[in-house]
C-alpha cells in the first residue's frame, strides 16, 4: 500500500477512535500544555522586557549616549567633544551620609547631583509637583532636595525638613515618584538623594580621591541611527585613549537588568524543561494505559491482517493529534503571559513590558513539546508494534514490559539527544545548559536504577505476619508494579526542592548568622589622606576594643590584559565581571589581610621597579592569566600597565577589605586617592554602635559610614524575595510530577481492579486493602524522599560550597519537609486514585478473567 494511502487510512481510524474524547488524556494533555506554557510564556515575558528595554533606551538611558568617568570630571577638551554632539545633561553619583541638622540621627543616602538640562528623556515625577528652580535652588541659605520615601522614613521627617549634607544644608521640598533614569544607575543599597550639582558642589563631598562618578548624558539629533551611535564610541576611543570612559548606548541602557532577566529566563526555561520531561513519564504512561484498553481493537486490526506498522501509525497519529491539543493550550496560555507580566511586574521592575506576541519564544516550547510526546510515547507504542494478536486476546501483552524492536530505541534516543541539543543551543549560558541536561540524564538514570532497588529490596525483605504489610512489600515488587513510575515521577521534583530549600536556607544562615559573627561592624569609604589619621584616632577614642583596619583605595578600570583590549577578549561568564566596570584597587607593601600567597612572589618593602600587580588567585585562572602576564588598567584617566607577580588566595566571605587587583606601592605615586578602613569590634551593642557612627559623622561628615548590618538586612530581604520567586517556579516541576504521579496510578487502576476484587472474593476486608495500599505509598514515598535528600542534598553542598564559597550546613528541618511532603502527596494520591477500585463490583470483573 503506497505511503500516503497508509497515512489517509491511519488518519481516518484515528479521527474514528478519537470520537470517545479524550477520557484517560487529561494527565497527558496538562503535562503538556504545563511544560510548554512555561517555557514559551517565560521566554516570552523575557522577550517583552527585553523589548521594553529597547524601546524605552532613551528615556532608561537619559540619552542616546552616556559617558561615565570614575574620580574626575572631563577635560575641557573632553567636554568640547561631547557638547559637539547634541544637548549634554551632566550629574554625579556617590553615596553619603544625609544627617539631622542637630546631629541625632543619620543615614546612608544614594546622591545623585543633576544640572539643569535634567532629565534629556522623560519627566522626573515628585509629590508634590514643583518646577525643577522650586526643587533644587537655594533659598535662604540651603538648597532644594528631593528624596525617595525610605529616606523620609529612615531619618523620621516629612517634606520641607533640613538636613545636612557634607557641611552644606539642603531642604527635602518633594518625595520622588519617579527617576526616569532610575534603573541605568544600577542597583542602590541606600535611599535616593536628589541635588543639583552646585549644591554638591557646595557640600565639600567631591575632594580629590573621592569615590564619586561623573555621567555626561547626549540627546542627539533626531534620526541618528545605531550605525553612528558605533561610529561616536569608536571616534571617542581614538581621540582619548586613556580617558578610560565608558560609554553605554540607548541600545544597552540597563546592562545589569538586562543580564539578571537573561539569567533568571534561562533558569526558569530550565524549570519548565524539567516540568516538560517529567510529565514526558506522564505521556509514557498515559500511551501504556490507553494502548492496554485498546488491546481488542488492536487484536482486531491485526486479526484482519493490519501490519504492526500500519497498528503503530493509527495511534502515533492519534498520540500526536492529542498532544497537538496540549501543545496549543500551553501556547495560548504563554502568549498571554506577557500581557499579565505587565501589570504583575510594573511594581518589581521600573521597565514597560511590551506585551504581544512573540512567535520564536512560542515556537520553541511547540518544538520541545513535540520532541518530549515523541521521546516518551516511541517505545510504549513500539511495544503495541511487536505484541501478537493471540496474546492480546488474552488480555496480555502490555503488562509484560521489555523494550520493543531496536529501530524504535534508536528514534527514541536520538529525539531525546536533539532534545538535550536544542536546550543547550538556545540557552544564553550553555555550560550551565549543559550541566543541568547531564544532571537531569543522570538523575533518571538513578531514578530508575532507585525504583528497581526498592523492588530488589521488597523481593528479598523477609516474610511478615501483617497481612496488610505483605500485601503492600508484595504489590511494591510484582510485575506491572507502579514502584518505577511513582519513583521517578515524584523523584525529580522533590529533589529540585530540596536543593533550593538547602542552597536558600545555607545562604539566610550565613547572611544572618555566620557572616553578621565575622564581617565588621562598619565600613568607612571616603576618607581623606589628609584626615586619614585623625580618623584613626577618633574611631580608637570611640571603640577602644575595637579593631580599625584602613587601606588606599582608587577607582580604575581593566582596559587590556596583554595588550589586547578587553572588549576583543572572549572570557567566561565567571571571570567576565572583573573586566565589566569599574574595580576598587588599592597598593601594599606587605600580603593583605584575608589573603594566602598561592603562587609567585611579593615585592620586597623598598620597591621601586616597573609596576607589579598580585592578582586574585581564582580570578586569574578564570580569565586565563599566569606570572608574566600584563594587565592595564586606567585611573583617573591614564593607563598604568603592570606585570603579574604573584597570584592570591582571597578570603571573599569575610567580608574584610578585599581587592581582585593590590599593586606595588609605586605604581600610583602621587595619585590622589582617598582611604578605606573598615571597624571590627566584639559584641558591640546598637547603642555603641550607634555612639561611634554619630561621632565619625559629626567630626568627618565627608566620610561615608555603611553599617554592615543595615546592609545585611536589606541582602537578606533580596534573597528572601528571589528565593520565594525561585521555588515558586520550581513549584511547576512538582506540580508536573504529582501529575505523573496520577497518571501512573490511573494507568495502573486495570491490575488494581482485578487484584481487589481477587482478595475481596478470598476474604479480605476493604479495611485490609486500605492499609495494605498505604503501607505501600509509604514505602515508596519514603524512599523517593530519602533519594531526594540524598541527591539534592549533594547538589546544594556543591553549589554552597564550590560556586558559592560558603560554609555548608546540613538543616534537619528541610529534611522533615521533604519526608512530609513525600508521605502526603503518595499515600494521598494514592488512596484517592484506588478508592474507587476499593469499590468495585466483583461479578463484572470476575467474568473477565
Same mark, same amino acid.
Given at each position: 500500500?503506497?505511503?500516503?494511502?497508509?497515512?489517509?487510512?491511519?488518519?481516518?481510524?484515528?479521527?474514528?477512535?478519537?470520537?470517545?474524547?479524550?477520557?484517560?488524556?487529561?494527565?497527558?494533555?496538562?503535562?503538556?500544555?504545563?511544560?510548554?506554557?512555561?517555557?514559551? $510564556?517565560?521566554?516570552?515575558?523575557?522577550?517583552?522586557?527585553?523589548?521594553?528595554?529597547?524601546?524605552?533606551?532613551?528615556?532608561?538611558?537619559?540619552?542616546?549616549?552616556?559617558?561615565?568617568?570614575?574620580?574626575?570630571?572631563?577635560?575641557?577638551?573632553?567636554?568640547?567633544?561631547?557638547?559637539?554632539?547634541?544637548?549634554?545633561?551632566?550629574?554625579?553619583?556617590?553615596?553619603?551620609?544625609?544627617?539631622?541638622?542637630?546631629?541625632?540621627?543619620?543615614?546612608?543616602?544614594?546622591?545623585?547631583?543633576?544640572?539643569?538640562?535634567?532629565?534629556?528623556?522623560?519627566?522626573?515625577?515628585?509629590?508634590?509637583?514643583?518646577?525643577?528652580?522650586?526643587?533644587?535652588?537655594?533659598?535662604?541659605?540651603?538648597?532644594?532636595?528631593?528624596?525617595?520615601?525610605?529616606?523620609?522614613?529612615?531619618?523620621?521627617?516629612?517634606?520641607?525638613?533640613?538636613?545636612?549634607?557634607?557641611?552644606?544644608?539642603?531642604?527635602?521640598?518633594?518625595?520622588?515618584?519617579?527617576?526616569?533614569?532610575?534603573?541605568?544607575?544600577?542597583?542602590?543599597?541606600?535611599?535616593?538623594?536628589?541635588?543639583?550639582?552646585?549644591?554638591?558642589?557646595?557640600?565639600?563631598?567631591?575632594?580629590?580621591?573621592?569615590?564619586?562618578?561623573?555621567?555626561?548624558?547626549?540627546?542627539?539629533?533626531?534620526?541618528?541611527?545605531?550605525?553612528?551611535?558605533?561610529?561616536?564610541?569608536?571616534?571617542?576611543?581614538?581621540?582619548?585613549?586613556?580617558?578610560?570612559?565608558?560609554?553605554?548606548?540607548?541600545?544597552?541602557?540597563?546592562?545589569?537588568?538586562?543580564?539578571?532577566?537573561?539569567?533568571?529566563?534561562?533558569?526558569?526555561?530550565?524549570?519548565?524543561?524539567?516540568?516538560?520531561?517529567?510529565?514526558?513519564?506522564?505521556?509514557?504512561?498515559?500511551?501504556?494505559?490507553?494502548?492496554?484498553?485498546?488491546?481488542?481493537?488492536?487484536?482486531?486490526?491485526?486479526?484482519?491482517?493490519?501490519?504492526? $506498522?500500519?497498528?503503530?501509525?493509527?495511534?502515533?497519529?492519534?498520540?500526536?493529534?492529542?498532544?497537538?491539543?496540549?501543545?496549543?493550550?500551553?501556547?495560548?496560555?504563554?502568549?498571554?503571559?506577557?500581557?499579565?507580566?505587565?501589570?504583575?511586574?510594573?511594581?518589581?521592575?521600573?521597565?514597560?513590558?511590551?506585551? $504581544?506576541?512573540?512567535?520564536?519564544?512560542?515556537?520553541?516550547?511547540?518544538?520541545?513539546?513535540?520532541?518530549?510526546?515523541?521521546?516518551?510515547?516511541?517505545?510504549?507504542? $513500539?511495544?503495541?508494534?511487536?505484541?501478537?494478536?493471540?496474546?492480546?486476546?488474552?488480555?496480555?501483552?502490555?503488562?509484560?514490559?521489555?523494550?520493543?524492536?531496536?529501530?524504535?530505541?534508536?528514534?527514541?534516543?536520538?529525539?531525546?539527544?536533539?532534545?538535550?541539543?536544542?536546550?543547550?543551543?538556545?540557552?544564553?549560558?550553555?555550560?550551565?545548559?549543559?550541566?543541568?541536561?547531564?544532571?537531569?540524564?543522570?538523575?533518571?538514570?538513578? !531514578?530508575?536504577?532507585?525504583?528497581?532497588?526498592?523492588?530488589?529490596?521488597?523481593?528479598?525483605?523477609?516474610?511478615?505476619?501483617?497481612?496488610?504489610?505483605?500485601?503492600?512489600?508484595?504489590?511494591?515488587?510484582?510485575?506491572?508494579?507502579?514502584?518505577?513510575?511513582?519513583?521517578?515521577?515524584?523523584?525529580?521534583?522533590?529533589?529540585?526542592?530540596?536543593?533550593?530549600?538547602?542552597?536558600?536556607?545555607?545562604?539566610?544562615?550565613?547572611?544572618?548568622?555566620?557572616?553578621?559573627?565575622?564581617?565588621?561592624?562598619?565600613?568607612?569609604?571616603?576618607?581623606?589622606?589628609?584626615?586619614?589619621?585623625?580618623?584613626?584616632?577618633?574611631?580608637?577614642?570611640?571603640?577602644?576594643?575595637?579593631? !580599625?583596619?584602613?587601606?588606599?583605595?582608587?577607582?580604575?578600570?581593566?582596559?587590556?590584559?596583554?595588550?589586547?583590549?578587553?572588549?576583543?577578549?572572549?572570557?567566561?561568564?565567571?571571570?567576565?565581571?572583573?573586566?565589566?566596570?569599574?574595580?576598587?584597587?588599592?597598593?601594599?607593601?606587605?600580603?593583605?589581610?584575608?589573603?594566602?600567597?598561592?603562587?609567585?612572589?611579593?615585592?620586597?618593602?623598598?620597591?621601586?621597579?616597573?609596576?607589579?600587580?598580585?592578582?586574585?588567585?581564582?580570578?586569574?585562572?578564570?580569565?586565563?592569566?599566569?606570572?608574566?602576564?600584563?594587565?592595564?588598567?586606567?585611573?583617573?584617566?591614564?593607563?598604568?600597565?603592570?606585570?603579574?607577580?604573584?597570584?592570591?588566595?582571597?578570603?571573599?566571605?569575610?567580608?574584610?577589605?578585599?581587592?581582585?587587583?593590590?599593586?606595588?606601592?609605586?605604581?600610583?605615586?602621587?595619585?590622589?586617592?582617598?582611604?578605606?578602613?573598615?571597624?571590627?569590634?566584639?559584641?558591640?551593642?546598637?547603642?555603641?554602635?550607634?555612639?561611634?557612627?554619630?561621632?565619625?559623622?559629626?567630626?568627618?561628615?565627608?566620610?561615608?559610614?555603611?553599617?554592615?548590618?543595615?546592609?545585611?538586612?536589606?541582602?537578606?530581604?533580596?534573597?528572601?524575595?528571589?528565593?520565594?520567586?525561585?521555588?515558586?517556579?520550581?513549584?511547576?516541576?512538582?506540580?508536573?510530577?504529582?501529575?505523573?504521579?496520577?497518571?501512573?496510578?490511573?494507568?495502573?487502576?486495570?491490575?488494581?481492579?482485578?487484584?481487589?476484587?481477587?482478595?475481596?472474593?478470598?476474604?479480605?476486608?476493604?479495611?485490609?486493602?486500605?492499609?495494605?495500599?498505604?503501607?505501600?505509598?509509604?514505602?515508596?514515598?519514603?524512599?523517593?524522599?530519602?533519594?531526594?535528600?540524598?541527591?539534592?542534598?549533594?547538589?546544594?553542598?556543591?553549589?554552597?560550597?564550590?560556586?558559592?564559597?560558603?560554609?555548608?550546613?546540613?538543616?534537619?528541618?528541610?529534611?522533615?519537609?521533604?519526608?512530609?511532603?513525600?508521605?502526603?502527596?503518595?499515600?494521598?494520591?494514592?488512596?484517592?486514585?484506588?478508592?474507587?477500585?476499593?469499590?468495585?463490583?466483583?461479578?463484572?470483573?470476575?467474568?473477565?478473567?
Amino acid at each position: 500500500m503506497p505511503l500516503s494511502r497508509t497515512l489517509s487510512l491511519a488518519l481516518r481510524f484515528s479521527l474514528r477512535e478519537m470520537r470517545g474524547g479524550l477520557s484517560g488524556f487529561l494527565i497527558f494533555l496538562t503535562c503538556i500544555a504545563l511544560g510548554v506554557a512555561a517555557i514559551g $510564556g517565560v521566554n516570552s515575558v523575557a522577550r517583552s522586557i527585553t523589548a521594553g528595554v529597547a524601546n524605552e533606551g532613551q528615556m532608561l538611558l537619559g540619552g542616546d549616549l552616556r559617558f561615565q568617568l570614575n574620580q574626575r570630571e572631563a577635560s575641557a577638551e573632553e567636554k568640547a567633544f561631547l557638547q559637539g554632539l547634541g544637548s549634554v545633561s551632566e550629574s554625579a553619583n556617590m553615596r553619603s551620609m544625609a544627617r539631622l541638622p542637630d546631629g541625632s540621627d543619620q543615614a546612608l543616602a544614594e546622591v545623585k547631583a543633576v544640572d539643569g538640562a535634567y532629565p534629556l528623556f522623560g519627566e522626573l515625577v515628585t509629590e508634590p509637583a514643583l518646577s525643577r528652580p522650586a526643587l533644587f535652588d537655594e533659598q535662604d541659605g540651603a538648597f532644594g532636595a528631593v528624596a525617595s520615601s525610605q529616606l523620609f522614613e529612615r531619618l523620621g521627617i516629612k517634606p520641607g525638613s533640613l538636613i545636612k549634607l557634607g557641611s552644606a544644608t539642603f531642604q527635602l521640598r518633594a518625595t520622588i515618584l519617579t527617576e526616569p533614569d532610575a534603573v541605568s544607575e544600577g542597583f542602590g543599597f541606600a535611599p535616593r538623594l536628589l541635588v543639583s550639582l552646585e549644591g554638591l558642589r557646595a557640600s565639600g563631598l567631591i575632594q580629590p580621591g573621592s569615590l564619586v562618578e561623573h555621567a555626561y548624558k547626549m540627546r542627539l539629533p533626531d534620526g541618528t541611527s545605531e550605525t553612528r551611535l558605533a561610529g561616536i564610541r569608536a571616534e571617542a576611543g581614538e581621540k582619548f585613549p586613556q580617558a578610560g570612559w565608558s560609554i553605554r548606548t540607548r541600545t544597552n541602557a540597563a546592562p545589569a537588568l538586562s543580564s539578571n532577566i537573561e539569567r533568571f529566563s534561562q533558569f526558569l526555561t530550565l524549570v519548565g524543561l524539567t516540568a516538560l520531561v517529567v510529565g514526558g513519564v506522564g505521556v509514557a504512561n498515559a500511551v501504556r494505559a490507553y494502548l492496554d484498553g485498546k488491546r481488542g481493537v488492536i487484536a482486531t486490526f491485526k486479526s484482519l491482517g493490519a501490519s504492526g $506498522g500500519f497498528v503503530f501509525t493509527v495511534y502515533l497519529v492519534q498520540i500526536l493529534m492529542i498532544a497537538g491539543i496540549g501543545i496549543v493550550i500551553g501556547l495560548l496560555l504563554g502568549a498571554l503571559m506577557p500581557f499579565a507580566a505587565g501589570a504583575a511586574l510594573s511594581s518589581v521592575i521600573p521597565v514597560p513590558a511590551e506585551g $504581544g506576541l512573540y512567535p520564536g519564544a512560542l515556537a520553541m516550547a511547540a518544538l520541545f513539546g513535540v520532541l518530549v510526546t515523541l521521546a516518551f510515547a516511541l517505545l510504549p507504542l $513500539g511495544r503495541a508494534r511487536e505484541v501478537q494478536a493471540t496474546a492480546l486476546f488474552r488480555e496480555m501483552g502490555f503488562g509484560a514490559g521489555g523494550l520493543p524492536r531496536l529501530a524504535y530505541v534508536a528514534a527514541a534516543a536520538g529525539i531525546a539527544i536533539l532534545l538535550a541539543l536544542l536546550a543547550i543551543w538556545f540557552s544564553g549560558d550553555r555550560r550551565i545548559a549543559a550541566i543541568f541536561v547531564a544532571a537531569t540524564i543522570f538523575a533518571f538514570a538513578v !531514578l530508575r536504577g532507585v525504583g528497581l532497588l526498592v523492588q530488589w529490596l521488597a523481593r528479598k525483605s523477609p516474610r511478615v505476619r501483617s497481612t496488610a504489610l505483605r500485601l503492600a512489600v508484595g504489590n511494591i515488587h510484582r510485575p506491572g508494579a507502579l514502584t518505577p513510575s511513582v519513583v521517578l515521577s515524584l523523584g525529580l521534583g522533590l529533589t529540585l526542592l530540596v536543593t533550593l530549600a538547602l542552597i536558600d536556607g545555607n545562604l539566610r544562615r550565613q547572611i544572618t548568622g555566620g557572616l553578621p559573627e565575622q564581617a565588621p561592624n562598619f565600613f568607612f569609604v571616603d576618607i581623606q589622606s589628609a584626615d586619614v589619621d585623625a580618623f584613626a584616632d577618633l574611631v580608637q577614642a570611640q571603640a577602644p576594643d575595637g579593631k !580599625l583596619v584602613r587601606v588606599p583605595m582608587l577607582r580604575g578600570r581593566v582596559m587590556a590584559l596583554n595588550g589586547v583590549e578587553v572588549q576583543k577578549i572572549k572570557v567566561p561568564a565567571e571571570g567576565g565581571w572583573v573586566l565589566r566596570g569599574d574595580r576598587g584597587l588599592t597598593y601594599a607593601r606587605n600580603v593583605p589581610e584575608n589573603s594566602t600567597l598561592s603562587e609567585g612572589k611579593w615585592w620586597p618593602p623598598d620597591y621601586d621597579g616597573e609596576p607589579l600587580v598580585s592578582f586574585s588567585a581564582q580570578e586569574g585562572r578564570e580569565l586565563g592569566l599566569k606570572l608574566g602576564d600584563t594587565v592595564t588598567v586606567n585611573v583617573l584617566g591614564r593607563n598604568v600597565t603592570a606585570t603579574i607577580a604573584s597570584f592570591r588566595e582571597v578570603q571573599w566571605e569575610s567580608m574584610g577589605i578585599n581587592f581582585v587587583m593590590v599593586f606595588s606601592p609605586n605604581t600610583f605615586a602621587g595619585a590622589p586617592h582617598s582611604w578605606l578602613a573598615t571597624l571590627m569590634t566584639s559584641d558591640a551593642t546598637p547603642a555603641e554602635e550607634a555612639r561611634v557612627l554619630n561621632a565619625v559623622t559629626r567630626a568627618f561628615p565627608a566620610v561615608t559610614t555603611v553599617r554592615v548590618k543595615d546592609a545585611l538586612d536589606v541582602v537578606n530581604r533580596i534573597v528572601g524575595q528571589i528565593g520565594t520567586a525561585i521555588r515558586a517556579a520550581a513549584s511547576v516541576a512538582l506540580i508536573a510530577s504529582v501529575l505523573v504521579l496520577s497518571g501512573a496510578l490511573a494507568a495502573g487502576n486495570r491490575a488494581r481492579v482485578h487484584d481487589a476484587v481477587v482478595l475481596k472474593t478470598l476474604g479480605a476486608t476493604r479495611n485490609t486493602l486500605i492499609k495494605a495500599f498505604s503501607l505501600e505509598y509509604m514505602l515508596i514515598g519514603f524512599a523517593t524522599a530519602v533519594f531526594a535528600l540524598a541527591a539534592g542534598g549533594i547538589a546544594a553542598w556543591f553549589v554552597v560550597t564550590r560556586i558559592m564559597k560558603l560554609p555548608w550546613h546540613f538543616l534537619p528541618e528541610v529534611a522533615v519537609a521533604t519526608l512530609l511532603v513525600a508521605l502526603v502527596v503518595t499515600v494521598g494520591i494514592g488512596l484517592l486514585g484506588t478508592w474507587r477500585v476499593l469499590g468495585q463490583k466483583a461479578a463484572p470483573v470476575l467474568r473477565t478473567l
